[in-house]
């Protein structure tokens, strides 16, 4: 989900939330909202909504006379954008971003294969501008220029499979290569072969052939593994 607005309820979630998701709270804590409110100075009512942000992910669950209960990890909600970018800033980032892209490496190809069968031609066009736009950051240490059009080219893939599940799935992989980027577990070009890779995806979807669709993502994926062993092992 997406966290309205960024006011005094925002600057209490961009600092207890990472405090949860890093386990400062492990899953049990009990956090006072009026202990809260005191600490990070702000009324009841903003601590309030901001805990009903959190309930939203999953991340704590409120109990009448108990207080605020942080809930098991197990029961987050992994796929919230926001979480996803909390756990990416702390400690645990290279496991979660394996975990997230192992996640890729199961949805993408087939994504990318179904894409080839139902890409409109707008769609096709889209690919094409996006890797036209990744070729031309790929070199001279524009990784933010080229995260652009990364994560364009893999939000219109899903989109393009006809898939809604798929396409849902759009801000997550989003998130990860975000994230990536951020906390540079990247080289500080993109791997030329993946930049090849992404133009032949597109080449193959455009011509509408599945099988080679599929092969070429999967390749990205891996080679998005292979990397993180040597960045963030």
Sequence with gaps: MTIPG??????????????????????????RTDELSQRFDVSRSVMREAVRVLESMHLVESRRRVGVIVRPTAEWNVYDPQV??????????PRQLRSLTVLRSAIEPVAAGMAAKNATPEQCAELTECVLGMVANSRGHKLEGYLIHDVAFHRVILTA??????????????????????????????DPAAVTLHVQVAEAVREGDAERAEHLTREITEGALQELDILAP
């Design 6 to 31: 960024r006011g005094l309820h925002g600057h209490v979630l961009d600092t207890l939330g990472p405090a949860i998701t890093a386990g400062e709270f492990p899953p049990g804590s009990v956090l």
């Design 84 to 93: 996803i970018r909390w756990r990416l800033a702390g400690a645990d980032r």
């Design 161 to 190: 499979s006809g898939n809604e599940m798929f396409a849902r799935l759009g801000d997550v992989v989003a998130e990860v290569l975000t994230g990536r980027t951020a906390h540079r577990v990247m080289f500080a070009d993109p």
